[in-house]
């Protein structure tokens, strides 16, 4: 009996301990505006959101030349001071995705600009 009881302690401790990993293991880049508790949380209670924001990190934003005067003129959001050659995120870049609105950036001093895509396209993106 004091065996069972012993066995039963040990596995629940240990199965604290790995759920309570298991919730911290989020992608660093997240943790750049995101504290570990608010991904639980989020991861939680709204795992919809986080599924977007953790693939928005792959598929969020694409990062290109502009081309001047193909079809119609992009109208810009906004510039940005930033090395367009770095391997960036939406996070990385300071930008918000928003639904039913792409975004368009210009890098500052480049020929580079990023489209971020909206937000609820995001998750039917491959």
């Known amino acids: 009996m004091y065996i ?3 066995r039963t302690i040990l596995f629940f401790l240990l199965s604290v301990a790995f759920y309570g990993y298991s919730q911290e293991n989020h992608d660093k880049r997240l943790l750049e505006r995101y504290s570990n508790e608010e991904l639980t949380s989020m991861q939680n209670n709204n ?4 599924e977007i924001i953790v693939h928005a990190l792959k598929v969020g934003i694409s ?3 502009i081309q001047d005067g ?4 992009i109208v810009y959001n906004g510039e940005l001071d930033k090395d367009p050659s770095l391997d960036h995120t939406y996070i990385s870049l300071g930008l918000e995705l ?3 609105a792409y975004q368009y950036y210009k ?10 895509r909206p937000k ?3 998750t039917k993106i491959k």
């Open 4 to 6: 069972m009881l012993k």
């Open 63 to 65: 990062i290109g030349d």
């Open 98 to 100: 928003k639904d039913d």
């Open 107 to 116: 890098f500052k001093g480049t020929n580079k600009m990023v489209i971020v």
């Open 120 to 122: 609820n396209y995001i």
């Open 47 to 50: 795992p919809e959101e986080y």
């Open 70 to 73: 193909k079809g119609k003129e």
